[in-house]
């Protein structure tokens, strides 16, 4: 089932039924929080951690963590993205 490899929110649980996020794979996901090309923290202590995905056309991929960096709280591909 996707989401066993890592912890997760509630939201996140709900908002990864969306049809726009049906197609992010949890390896994307693990790549991101493993191996980030780019992190930032935000106000609150959450983690912002970027991937970019050529399977995905080379999209940049945002997963939010909370702050024990490890809980997903939420992933997108981010339009805004700067390496």
């Known amino acids: 089932m996707p989401g066993d490899r890592f912890p997760m929110t509630e939201y996140f649980r709900a908002v990864r039924t969306r049809p726009d996020r049906l197609l992010i ?19 609150g ?8 995905v050529p399977e995905a056309g080379g999209r940049a991929l945002r997963v ?9 709280h939420n992933t997108f591909f981010d339009r805004s993205y700067v390496p």
């Open 64 to 72: 939010i963590l909370l702050a024990d960096q490890e809980t997903v």
């Open 25 to 43: 794979q949890d390896e994307w996901i693990l790549r991101a929080i493993e191996r980030p090309a780019r992190q930032a923290i935000q106000a």
């Open 45 to 52: 202590g959450r983690l912002r951690r970027w991937t970019v």
